[in-house]
């Protein structure tokens, strides 16, 4: 398998999921600014939306969008519980949080890495995302993680769009459950590996 990736953009959550559950895979820079791969190929020639991540199988099926990526990921070590088992509440829930870190989280950030985006329009980004943020610590109030005991592959894309807070200064420091659960995170092996491996750590 191959999983293309950008250092640090929403494709480190699927590339701590390869490594949490164990998967043999390669990773493929695919820069998001010249969309070209290092040995020169077109990234969208690749995927047409020019965007990571990508994960590519065995036999040249490809799939895009880091929710889906990410549960085909944990289906395939059902043992590290990475998602609850399909048909579940809990896996309803599971894809609740996807849902909301995409849409709430991750979307809200995008304008305040647009150096075009006007001042303006970026602080009622902050304000929003200060107001989710603000929700989340109170969800992770008693709990490691999102779900519980367990963690998923929720907890990696949280902790992905958090780091997104240092470049683009949204102080989050507020949030002692938030700070907590990023700890927490940073110090899983499978994650430390990701980091070092895209020069993060």
Request: aromatic fraction near 10%; hydrophobic fraction near 40%; glycine fraction near 6%.
């Amino acid at each position: 398998m191959k999983l293309y990736y950008s250092p640090g953009a929403c494709s480190l959550s699927p590339h701590i999921a390869l490594r949490e559950a164990g998967l043999p895979f390669e990773a493929v820079l695919a820069s998001t600014k010249t969309h070209k791969l290092a040995d020169g190929t077109d990234y969208y020639s690749i995927n047409p939306k020019g965007y990571v991540p990508l994960l590519e199988f065995d036999n040249g099926e490809r799939l895009t969008e880091g929710p889906a990526i990410v549960q085909w990921i944990a289906d395939q070590a059902p043992e590290r519980k990475l998602a609850p088992p399909a048909g579940t509440m809990e896996r309803y829930r599971l894809m609740e949080w996807l849902n909301f870190i995409t849409t709430e989280l991750h979307k809200q950030f995008s304008p305040l890495f647009n150096p075009s985006y006007p001042e303006e329009g970026k602080a009622i980004n902050r304000a929003k995302l200060i107001e989710r943020f603000k929700w989340v610590d109170s969800q992770l109030s008693g709990k490691q993680y999102l779900m519980g005991d367990d963690f998923t592959v929720a907890d990696a894309y949280l902790f992905v769009v958090t780091n997104w807070t240092v470049p683009t200064k949204l102080d989050i420091s507020a949030f002692e459950n938030l700070a907590a659960h990023r700890e927490r995170v940073a110090k899983r092996p499978a994650v430390q590996e990701a980091l070092k491996a895209e020069g993060l750590a």
